[in-house]
């Protein structure tokens, strides 16, 4: 089987649909990943540039935008100059398929030089490329100001401003004489197409005031650059839907998962609900159109593919995960400010979800994942139980039926679970990851424990009440803390003691930044500040690491003086998780917790205040903006915030 090309070193340009991947050098050399892409199909793989007959040197490549990358190299082609270049080549790199190239003259007298640009192309799909079938380059035509490859009913073109002095089909060669003057400049532009596509509107440029822009300042330095690229990044990822194009939501993550992806883009709106509700929203109604109808046995559902759960377990099927995370986002966006009229025509979707729910579970307490006969795993468990709760609330809201049947259920599922589900060692116990079809806990700990802490937002600014009771949850808490568990980047998703444990696996040993994130935020809001503390300062020092930019993953090897986290070379960067991540863990330091339909926020700082003072602003709560400032005594004040909203106690 091929390797997948590796990613972690590449520079990701996203503007989806629109990508565009290179190494450092700055040349798009046709060798794994490079190129130009648009929905999925390379358009252009090689562009390489040769300045009177030679390669420039590179010297600094560095993204500029989550949709753009700047390259500068150097060349002497003065032999007389001495060591000093005396022409700078700098080329802006964007998602949206333009690249300028600008050489500038740093020399005393006038230059005359050939520019050649070779380019070339497979039109091949992004899968062929990762599973190495990507084809040979295909012959190209000249077309307008440059070139043009076909295949398959599929063409792309690129064409050039100026227009070059001369176009070599059979080499892919664009040519210029360009003529310098002492600390002059010319400029080309290259701009790449797919024909009868025009030019590309990418979701994230066009849909205003999806994501409001919030900032951050405070001591740690690290705070901003972490949430301006966050941000960023979610803007890159947004999707539409083609048949409604007003509803967006965010891909999964660049470059394999430019897509939807139904549990991944549920997650991340939810983490995004600080930013404005619109992308909850679009999600929402887009899934909903994607629910399974009355007539199937699964009526309710929100169809997702499985996903691999590691080495212990079989794999899980996302589409339980989508279909309990509905009426989460839904409840949730309601408390943030999503408007009544856009609840109320959501609600019924919401209900079919919570009908599949009571349905699947039958007379029985557990669900089991995947359906029927899976097994009954922990998380599967955390996620019924809050969408049964934050679901009857949200059915009680709007006098609809249902609410006290799921509060039963969830009763009863907490008495179960708190004796099924823990096993008992000499540390004081653990939660199994899951149940075998015999009953028997499997009990290896790993960060799908983490959804035991996230058990969502009531009214009044209220958590729901745990799965676990007060002494498990205390158990979890000082588990999670541990070395087996915080790798001193973040929480492994397999703890490094048990069996099958492997850094690199991405469900058996590599760090997980969303479920670090929801540990983060879980345990604070527990009252386990300590363990909290570690877990965001060690995220926040494997983010700078990474530019900013967080990948979904990366390697779970310890930390130590002088290391750096390793990076996973399948991992997408930027990933929407990843992204989201980054806020609800900023502002799960204020505690917010608002209750829109009463008119008051809440907020519960993290009292040890693990980053020092924070200010955060640019939010967005009940349809206005929302600024709040966290002290370094870890008290929490409101600065900016919607007219009539009061403060909860």
Request: glycine share 12%; with cysteine; proline share 8%.
């Amino acid at each position: 089987m091929p390797e997948l090309p590796s990613t972690h070193d590449a520079l990701i340009c996203v503007a989806l649909p629109g990508l565009a991947i290179s190494g450092d050098q700055g040349q798009l050399a046709g060798r794994g990943l490079d190129g130009f892409y648009r929905g999925g199909r390379r358009l252009l793989s090689r562009c390489q540039i040769r300045v009177a007959g030679r390669e420039p040197l590179a010297v600094q490549a560095r993204m500029t935008g989550a949709d753009s990358a700047r390259f500068v190299g150097t060349l002497r082609v003065s032999p007389a100059a001495g060591p000093d270049p005396d022409v700078m080549v700098e080329r802006t790199r964007r998602a949206e398929g333009t690249e300028r190239i600008t050489l500038r003259n740093a020399a005393a007298r006038p230059l005359r030089l050939p520019v050649e640009v070779a380019l070339g192309t497979d039109l091949a799909e992004l899968g062929a490329i990762a599973s190495g079938r990507a084809g040979p380059e295909l012959p190209a035509t000249v077309h307008d100001s440059g070139l043009r490859w076909a295949t398959a009913g599929i063409a792309a073109s690129v064409t050039a401003d100026p227009q070059p002095s001369d176009a070599l089909a059979s080499a892919g060669l664009l040519r210029w004489e360009v003529d310098l003057p002492p600390g002059g400049t010319v400029t080309v532009e290259l701009r790449v197409r797919l024909d009868g596509a025009g030019l590309l509107r990418a979701a994230g440029q066009t849909a205003t005031g999806s994501l409001a822009p919030a900032r951050a300042t405070g001591d740690d330095p690290r705070v901003a650059p972490l949430l301006h690229a966050a941000v960023a990044d979610l803007q890159a990822l947004l999707l539409r839907d083609p048949d409604h194009p007003a509803d967006i939501y965010l891909a999964a993550g660049a470059p394999w998962r430019c897509g939807m992806a139904p549990a991944e883009a549920l997650a991340a709106a939810r983490m995004t609900l600080p930013l404005g509700t619109r992308l909850a929203a679009g999600t929402l109604r887009t899934l909903a159109r994607t629910q399974l109808p009355r007539r199937d046995p699964r009526a309710g559902m929100i169809p997702g593919p499985r996903r691999d759960a590691g080495p212990l377990l079989p794999p899980g099927c996302t589409g339980t995960e989508a279909t309990l995370l509905f009426p989460v986002l839904l409840a949730e966006a309601r408390r943030w400010g999503l408007p009544e009229q856009e609840t109320r025509e959501l609600l019924p979707a919401a209900e079919r979800c919570l009908t599949w729910l009571r349905t699947t579970v039958g007379d029985g307490t557990y669900l089991p994942d995947p359906q029927p006969a899976g097994p009954v795993r922990c998380e599967t468990q955390a996620h019924a139980y809050r969408a049964a709760l934050l679901g009857a609330d949200l059915l009680d809201a709007y006098d609809r039926t249902g609410g006290t049947e799921l509060r039963h259920w969830a009763h009863s599922l907490r008495t179960a679970f708190r004796a099924d589900f823990w096993v008992e060692d000499r540390g004081g116990g653990r939660p199994a990851a899951a149940l075998a079809s015999d009953g028997r806990p499997i009990p290896h700990l790993g960060s799908a424990a983490v959804h035991l802490l996230d058990t969502g937002l009531l009214g009044s600014g209220r958590l729901a009440p745990g799965l676990l009771d007060r002494v498990q949850t205390e158990h979890l808490a000082r588990l999670l803390g541990t070395p087996a568990m915080d790798a001193g980047w973040g929480l492994r998703g397999l703890g490094a003691k048990e069996a099958g444990h492997n850094p690199f696996g991405h469900r058996s040993g590599a760090v997980r930044v969303h479920e670090t994130a929801l540990a983060v935020t879980g345990l604070a809001a527990a009252g386990y500040e300590r363990e909290a503390g570690g877990l965001l300062r060690g995220l926040l020092a494997a983010a700078e690491h990474f530019g900013h930019r967080l990948p979904e993953m990366f390697g779970g090897e310890q930390r130590s003086a002088g290391s750096a986290p390793l990076p996973h070379p399948a991992a997408c960067r930027p990933a929407a998780t990843a992204a989201a991540s980054a806020i609800m863990m900023l502002t799960a330091l204020a505690g917010i917790r608002p209750d829109t339909p009463a008119r008051t926020v809440t907020l519960c700082p993290v009292r040890s205040a693990p980053l020092g003072e924070v200010g955060l602003t640019g939010l967005r709560l009940a349809g206005a903006p929302f600024a709040v400032r966290i002290s370094r005594l870890g008290l929490a004040m409101v600065e900016e915030a919607a007219d009539g909203l009061q403060l909860g106690v």
